[in-house]
């Protein structure tokens, strides 16, 4: 039984409202140790005050599920007209501009920025091909040119012509296997080859090219530097970085259904466990976040990660409404 059931005396509006209060404060992904035990402390002290927050977080994730929604129907909506004169299929660009004219509000904020990753943004909702969590497929771009695409990944289709096929990795990680030249846009820049293999990861804006077969050409900012198999090279706003030495064993575990981790911080292995799973896993104690990891975990499995790191590193979680986990 909870510690003094008389504690549920609180109005259900008061409850209701400190639940929101930590419903936030979860999503905002801002919380340390401190908060964390007195979230434990706060639902502890009743089944009203566990049952509110519950609720609450149900609330949420439907407002947000909504959001997107309307969202969408708006960017549909918007292209009525641009259809009409158009005979050819929107872009990505078409129907992001739609729905970035249309008057939204919150909704299509809330839309194109998810806290959390917790839903896709409107530019994925657009797009081509999409994975959902812990979902992988591959689709055949031409007959020479197969791409095979990883967890909450999506990709737009530029060109299918024989010439020089072209896709757009608007977020997520692919790897690329071509027997003709192929072009993948990301962010600011992109990957090519004319006969070879690769990987691509686009984290909001901060991009990896992996060489796995052949030669690999990655460009940005107007600077343009080849890769052989096993090296990587990273590129942002500031441009492309230097190529390093890569283990592709490690790299590309997930198209074998695995993470491996050498070495690895805690807090990233962690951020890499979260986009594989429902939900989130919040790392509350920052002293563990640069602990090295040496493991593997099946994707089939993911589930069973967090409470293997636990074991490991002696610490506590704490399982609250859709799919929150407090680590540490």
């Given at each position: 039984m909870h510690k003094a059931e008389e504690e549920t005396s609180a109005p259900a509006?008061?409850?209701?409202?400190?639940?929101?209060h930590w419903v936030a404060r979860i999503h905002s992904q801002e919380v340390d140790r401190a908060e964390a035990d007195a979230l434990k402390r706060w639902l502890s002290r009743s089944a009203a005050h566990e049952k509110a927050f519950a609720e609450m977080n149900l609330r949420w994730s439907a407002f947000h599920a909504a959001a997107v929604n309307v969202a969408a129907k708006s960017a549909v909506q918007s292209q009525s007209s641009i259809r009409a004169e158009r005979?050819?299929?929107p872009d990505?660009?078409?129907l992001l501009g739609g729905a970035l004219a249309a008057s939204v509000g919150g909704a299509l904020y809330l839309a194109s920025y998810?806290?959390?990753?917790l839903w896709p943004s409107l530019g994925e909702f657009a797009a081509d091909y999409r994975t959902e969590t812990g979902q992988r497929r591959q689709f055949a771009l031409t007959e020479t040119v197969s791409v095979e695409m990883n967890t909450r990944t999506s990709v737009s289709v530029r060109s299918s012509a024989p010439a020089v096929a072209s896709i757009e990795l608007i977020s997520g990680e692919v790897a690329v296997t071509a027997k003709s030249p192929v072009a993948v846009v990301a962010a600011n820049g992109r990957a090519r080859t004319d006969h070879g293999a690769f990987g691509l990861r686009n984290?909001?804006?901060?991009?990896?090219?992996?060489?796995?077969?052949?030669?690999?050409y990655a460009s940005c900012g107007g600077n343009e530097?080849?890769?052989?198999?096993?090296?990587?090279?990273d590129y942002d706003r500031r441009g492309l970085q230097d190529v390093k030495n890569i283990d592709m064993v490690t790299a590309e575990a997930w198209r074998r259904g695995l993470l491996v981790f050498v070495d690895?911080?805690?807090?990233?292995v962690i951020a890499e466990i979260n986009r594989y799973r429902h939900g989130h896993v919040i790392l509350v104690d920052q002293v563990l976040s640069a602990l090295p990891v040496d493991a593997t975990f099946r994707l089939d499995r993911i589930d069973d990660a967090v409470p293997r790191l636990a074991d490991v590193f002696g610490a506590k979680i704490r399982s609250l409404p859709g799919g929150i986990v407090l680590f540490g």
């Open positions: 509006e008061e409850l209701m409202r400190e639940a929101q005979s050819r299929r990505r660009r078409m998810p806290p959390l990753q984290d909001g804006g901060k991009v990896s090219v992996n060489c796995i077969e052949g030669e690999i530097m080849m890769l052989r198999p096993g090296q990587r090279v690895t911080p805690l807090s990233q």
